[in-house]
């Protein structure tokens, strides 16, 4: 089934560690985006790439980086994870500006 | 720049009842409005999005939202409930940029969990 795929799932991990968070999606979309979601704030966008090669800041991009380095994958990379990172994450893509974004499954993080 | 804001972080309707679901808008260009809909451990699924032309917009499983422009409003409603409706519900705005708009870098409103009681 054609989607998005994001993993894993759920991690724990140590404050001060370094983790990349994955991203593929198969549609062949062009723009993709990172989203963070906590209780009471919604979802607050992190880090954009409208097209391949390249990236954008959105709302909260501090602590986070992103590359896109082809069309499908869109990795998410916490340099040095803080407390104030644990959250659920959500990669979507859409096939450009103008069209519906589609969200993936989320990863569940938690930094201890 | 945009906001949103939902009225209620929790509703709870009988089954068969109407559901309303407040949304509304701030914004200094004509906005472009989304609600989606989130299930237990799930991502996000567009139920139904306003761009131009009619105001009353129908999405999936029943639900319709009528944008207002004098009133900054979005609400989402549906007239009966099913207890499939349960989820948490997500009105959102497209942010505006130099070179148009997105549909994908949205601003969210907080959220509103939806209960339905048999």
């Known amino acids: 089934i054609a989607g998005i795929t994001q993993a894993p799932t759920s991690q724990i991990l140590a404050a001060g560690r370094r983790m990349t968070l994955r991203c593929t999606q198969d549609?062949?979309?062009?723009?993709m985006y990172w989203y963070r979601q906590d209780l009471g704030l919604g979802l607050r966008l992190i880090h954009y790439?409208?097209?391949?090669?390249?990236?954008g800041k959105g709302e909260v991009p501090d602590g986070y980086s992103v590359s896109r380095a082809n069309t499908d994958d869109f990795p998410l990379t916490l340099a040095s994870a803080v407390p104030s990172q644990t959250s659920v994450y959500f990669c979507?893509?859409?096939?450009?500006?103008?069209?519906?974004?589609?969200f993936g499954q989320g990863t569940r993080l938690t930094v201890v | 720049a945009q906001s949103v804001t939902q009225l209620g972080s929790h509703v709870s309707v009988s089954e068969g009842a109407l559901v309303l679901l407040r949304c509304n808008y701030s914004?200094?260009?004509?906005?472009?409005l989304f609600w989606y809909v989130q299930y237990p451990n799930q991502g996000l699924q567009l139920l139904l999005k306003y761009t131009t032309g009619a105001t009353l917009v129908k999405g999936i499983n029943g639900f319709e939202a009528e944008f207002k422009k004098s009133e900054t409003s979005f609400h989402l409603t549906k007239p009966s409930a099913h207890m499939s409706d349960a989820a948490e519900y997500f009105c959102?705005?497209?942010?505006?940029?130099?070179?148009?708009?997105?549909?994908?870098?949205?601003?969210f409103g907080q959220g509103t969990i939806l209960t339905v009681h048999p």
């Open positions: 914004s200094s260009v004509p906005p472009y």
């Open positions: 549609m062949r979309h062009n723009a």
């Open positions: 959102a705005v497209s942010v505006q940029e130099a070179g148009g708009t997105s549909y994908g870098k949205l601003t």
């Open positions: 979507a893509s859409s096939a450009d500006r103008n069209t519906e974004a589609f």
């Open positions: 790439s409208n097209t391949a090669g390249t990236t």
